[in-house]
């Protein structure tokens, strides 16, 4: 198992650019950002796997950011250009194995370990 803390979370204004860490005990080949809003689907947004770039999704492309910390174990989502449709429960998710398939590191079913999640909530 891995154990996983998201923080960074809170009150935004539109274009702002926060960062979320995730606080990784374990190591962890796979890790990713989710986030799902109110009356939606949990959504992958950006995922690093070891070896790889990282991944992210049309919603987020070109304004969020997932880097990884090795040293700290630290997984992060730098955050730009934020909008009141990208708020959100944001969570961090992790894989020990080599599980992940392939063209799925952004589906939440590939993943076994799961942060409390923090909320970022844009405002206009």
């Known amino acids: 198992q891995v154990q996983l803390v998201e923080s960074g979370g809170g009150p935004v204004q539109a274009g702002g650019a926060p960062r979320l860490p995730c606080a990784a005990l374990?190591?962890?080949?796979?890790m990713a950002w989710f986030r799902q809003a109110p009356r939606k689907e949990r959504e992958g947004i950006a995922s690093i796997c070891s070896g790889d770039s990282p991944d992210y999704s049309d919603s987020v492309k070109g304004r969020f950011t997932a880097s990884r910390d090795n040293a700290k174990n630290t997984l992060y989502l730098h955050m730009n250009t934020l909008k009141p449709e990208d708020t959100a429960m944001y969570y961090c998710?992790?894989?020990?194995?080599?599980?992940?398939?392939?063209?799925?590191?952004?589906?939440?079913?590939?993943?076994?370990?799961w942060g409390q999640g923090t909320q970022v909530t844009v405002s206009s």
């Open positions: 998710a992790a894989e020990r194995s080599s599980r992940v398939r392939v063209g799925l590191v952004l589906d939440a079913l590939e993943y076994n370990n």
């Open positions: 374990g190591y962890a080949v796979c």
